[in-house]
């Protein structure tokens, strides 16, 4: 797989997509994560991407014609499967979403920034729309990562222990069960008996009732029918 996350301040992505498990993705060629700095993709000599809004409101409005140029010289070299805009007012991230994106083959992500993107940028070149929740941030740099961490970690061989992922919580729309470790008695504060006893279809049954249970507790709507 190959994202290519497109931004104006590039710097704000080292950190999160050069280290644990996007790194390893990446090192075992799994993955392929480039960023594009749109400023180079500017046609004005100090490099500048955004402008005043027609209409006379406050702040500052990236302009399509980075955006544009940026993204058709991508796609010139290859066929994408989607073109996501990290938006606040997008589909929210789910895991399923995940799920599917994780099969793509190539995806270009655009962050959002300064007070928005202009219009035409969603209307004729972005495919799909995606927020991490329902809050405004700075910039779409933080759920670029966010998108491309949940995807990636999904693709076959990046993680060890590949059924790690799948009993993850939201896979089946339930929260996942409590898990422990050793020791099993820690200032009297004991793992439960069952995990301890070495049956695997008592413990399965048990893991099952406490996602249920977890769930209904501390996220009743991922159990209500649509």
Known sequence: MRIDILTVVPEMLQGPL???????AQDKG???????????????????????????????????????????ALKAERDYDDVIFTSPDGEILSQPMANSLSMARNLIILCGHYKGVDYRIREHLVTREISIGNYVLTGGELPAAVIADSIVRLIPG????????LSDSFQDSLLEAPVYTRPADYNGWKVPEILLSGHQAKIEAWKQEQALERTRLLRPELLRED
């Open 30 to 72: 799994l993955a392929e994560i480039v960023v594009h700095n749109l400023r180079d993709y500017s046609l004005n000599k100090h490099r500048k991407v955004d402008d005043y809004p027609f209409g006379g409101e406050a702040g500052m409005v990236m302009q399509i014609e980075p955006v544009d140029r940026c993204i058709s």
């Open 158 to 165: 990046v993680i060890g222990d590949e059924q790690s992922a």
């Open 18 to 24: 050069t280290t644990s498990i996007l790194k390893r």
